[in-house]
């Protein structure tokens, strides 16, 4: 195996140089963020895990480094590893979440010694690499896959700090907009509408996915038609006062409005209301990072943290069903024939039948401007609160706030192909997975887009998952 050059030679392409500032700028950025989000824990809570489905911080920090030693220095370079053992140490799929704890893992200051000096030889590294040589490294693609690798994990450690409660303070908390609060009716609803209505989605094919390419994962790809009949999709996610409707009309102790596994899980778990709601003996409140509040205070709220059967079981009581994938990214993407000529959603179009766009919005990238994303909000917003972040049809709140749980299991496309790795995505097709879309507050600007594709178990509610309903035109 080689070793890392000590200093850079030459650039092969001095055209590059503006892409490799851009990508060490990417990088940095994102080292940043993480080290914001996890810099005043101390040492022993960044070494316990909150749960046993999720990995002590520490891990999650020594596993981000070990990926970009990796993809950046050892396959690029075909190096050995920095330090033997940590290849093992920090493999997701060698050692399963509940073991992590049991492994021989760096402490604070070792993680963060770490960190810096991987990423002082991908610095090395990078000064020598070809962005023209072959597939991995053309136009930076597998530098932009290690910081949408780093975004991800930072929404997995806030899923751990949340799960700390007050054991964890936000570093800073941004103002979210605070629209006019919506009428009772629509809060209480129980078709999950009301006053603010139900989009027509209109029949027809779409191209749904987007071409392979720098930022994207693989299962994104290929472009491919997609027929979708008519159908009706409310205009927001539910909120908070709409849930609470459901549970006082005792939604979690009628069988009729749960599947069998959804049945199995409420027996199993005793679960009778979203996690971080609690009932004090006079109301119910809820807890985010931003503190606990009564539910009635914040029932304008996307309701966030419910798991895949709490979606289904409220969607039924609501006389409405959850979107497949393909409804949810036609309502997202899809363009009028008004629309697809200003903002780059024709052209887009082109790839396949129908004409649509990168996002709701179009094609420009998501932003704090449109969406509630981004980390720093640390919780759900006021239905309403970004109108600039509404769809073609009308439709708001797709991106940001809460990943959107869909009725589909997690498939490849026709023609998909595994790259750079079959443990991207190729190893959980077919599994007990279900797909989410659209982003939480808690998602990065890269992950936060109307193609990309999250998946979990049906029973997860750890993550900043909520509910989007459509029914049959």
Same mark, same amino acid.
């Given at each position: 195996m080689k070793s890392v050059p000590a200093e850079p030679t030459a650039t092969p392409h001095k055209a590059d140089a503006a892409l490799k500032n851009s990508i060490l700028a990417a990088l940095d950025e994102a080292r940043e963020r993480t080290w914001l989000l996890v810099g005043g824990l101390s040492d022993a809570d960044l070494r316990a895990a909150a749960t046993d489905f999720l990995s002590p911080p520490v891990w999650d920090l020594g596993h981000i480094a070990n990926f970009e030693e990796l993809w950046l220095v050892q396959r690029i370079l075909d190096c050995a590893e920095l330090h033997p053992g940590y290849n093992d140490t920090y493999d997701a799929f060698r050692h399963p979440r509940e073991e992590r704890p049991t492994l021989e893992l760096l402490d604070h200051d070792g993680v963060r010694a770490y960190m810096a000096e991987v990423r002082g030889r991908t610095m090395d590294v990078l000064g020598v690499t070809d962005l023209h040589a072959d597939r991995l490294t053309r136009d930076g693609f597998v530098h932009h896959m290690l910081v949408l690798h780093e975004h991800q994990h930072q929404e997995t450690l806030l899923q751990t700090m949340q799960m700390r409660g007050a054991r964890y303070t936000p570093p800073t908390i941004r103002d979210l907009p605070a629209?006019?609060?919506?009428?009772?009716?629509?809060?209480?609803?129980?078709?999950?509408?009301?006053?603010?209505?139900?989009?027509?989605?209109?029949?027809?094919?779409?191209?749904?996915?987007?071409?392979?390419?720098?930022?994207?994962?693989?299962?994104?790809?290929?472009?491919?038609?997609?027929?979708?009949?008519?159908?009706?999709?409310?205009?927001?996610?539910?909120?908070?006062?709409?849930?609470?409707?459901?549970?006082?009309?005792g939604g979690y102790v009628d069988a009729a409005l749960w599947s069998p596994r959804g049945r199995d899980w409420l027996t199993a778990t005793s679960h009778h209301a979203p996690l971080y709601w609690r009932f004090d003996g006079a109301e119910w409140l809820r807890g985010d990072p931003r503190g606990e509040r009564p539910v009635a205070a914040v029932a304008d709220e996307v309701l966030c943290h419910v798991t895949f059967f709490e979606a289904e079981a409220f969607a039924r009581w609501s006389g409405a069903r959850l979107p497949s994938e393909a409804e949810?990214?036609?309502?997202?993407?899809?363009?009028?024939?008004?629309?697809?000529?200003?903002?780059?959603?024709?052209?887009?179009?082109?790839?396949?039948?129908?004409?649509?766009?990168?996002?709701?919005?179009?094609?420009?990238?998501?932003?704090?401007?449109? !969406?509630?994303?981004?980390?720093?909000?640390?919780?759900?917003?006021?239905?309403? !609160?970004?109108?600039?972040?509404?769809?073609?049809?009308?439709?708001?709140?797709?991106?940001?706030?809460?990943?959107?749980?869909?009725?589909?299991?997690?498939?490849?496309?026709?023609?998909?192909?595994?790259?750079?790795?079959?443990?991207?995505?190729?190893?959980?097709?077919?599994?007990?997975?279900?797909?989410?879309?659209?982003?939480?507050? !808690?998602?990065?600007?890269?992950?936060?887009?109307?193609?990309?594709?999250?998946?979990?178990?049906?029973?997860?509610?750890?993550?900043?998952?909520?509910?989007?309903?459509?029914?049959?035109?």
């Amino acid at each position: 195996m080689k070793s890392v050059p000590a200093e850079p030679t030459a650039t092969p392409h001095k055209a590059d140089a503006a892409l490799k500032n851009s990508i060490l700028a990417a990088l940095d950025e994102a080292r940043e963020r993480t080290w914001l989000l996890v810099g005043g824990l101390s040492d022993a809570d960044l070494r316990a895990a909150a749960t046993d489905f999720l990995s002590p911080p520490v891990w999650d920090l020594g596993h981000i480094a070990n990926f970009e030693e990796l993809w950046l220095v050892q396959r690029i370079l075909d190096c050995a590893e920095l330090h033997p053992g940590y290849n093992d140490t920090y493999d997701a799929f060698r050692h399963p979440r509940e073991e992590r704890p049991t492994l021989e893992l760096l402490d604070h200051d070792g993680v963060r010694a770490y960190m810096a000096e991987v990423r002082g030889r991908t610095m090395d590294v990078l000064g020598v690499t070809d962005l023209h040589a072959d597939r991995l490294t053309r136009d930076g693609f597998v530098h932009h896959m290690l910081v949408l690798h780093e975004h991800q994990h930072q929404e997995t450690l806030l899923q751990t700090m949340q799960m700390r409660g007050a054991r964890y303070t936000p570093p800073t908390i941004r103002d979210l907009p605070a629209p006019a609060a919506r009428s009772a009716g629509y809060r209480a609803g129980r078709d999950g509408a009301d006053d603010a209505g139900w989009v027509h989605v209109p029949a027809g094919r779409f191209a749904m996915g987007w071409p392979a390419g720098p930022g994207l994962y693989d299962n994104e790809s290929p472009v491919h038609d997609v027929d979708v009949p008519a159908f009706a999709m409310a205009r927001y996610p539910v909120t908070v006062g709409q849930y609470l409707a459901f549970l006082d009309a005792g939604g979690y102790v009628d069988a009729a409005l749960w599947s069998p596994r959804g049945r199995d899980w409420l027996t199993a778990t005793s679960h009778h209301a979203p996690l971080y709601w609690r009932f004090d003996g006079a109301e119910w409140l809820r807890g985010d990072p931003r503190g606990e509040r009564p539910v009635a205070a914040v029932a304008d709220e996307v309701l966030c943290h419910v798991t895949f059967f709490e979606a289904e079981a409220f969607a039924r009581w609501s006389g409405a069903r959850l979107p497949s994938e393909a409804e949810w990214e036609k309502a997202a993407r899809w363009r009028t024939g008004d629309d697809a000529g200003d903002d780059g959603g024709a052209a887009a179009g082109a790839r396949g039948a129908g004409a649509v766009a990168r996002n709701p919005w179009g094609d420009a990238p998501a932003s704090t401007d449109c !969406a509630n994303i981004d980390q720093l909000g640390f919780g759900t917003s006021r239905v309403g !609160a970004y109108p600039a972040g509404a769809s073609a049809l009308g439709i708001e709140h797709l991106i940001g706030d809460v990943w959107e749980w869909c009725s589909d299991g997690f498939e490849a496309y026709p023609g998909f192909e595994a790259y750079p790795y079959d443990e991207c995505s190729k190893v959980f097709f077919g599994g007990d997975y279900r797909v989410l879309r659209g982003g939480s507050w !808690a998602t990065r600007a890269g992950c936060a887009h109307a193609t990309f594709r999250n998946w979990d178990h049906p029973y997860r509610r750890q993550i900043f998952s909520g509910i989007r309903l459509v029914r049959d035109a």
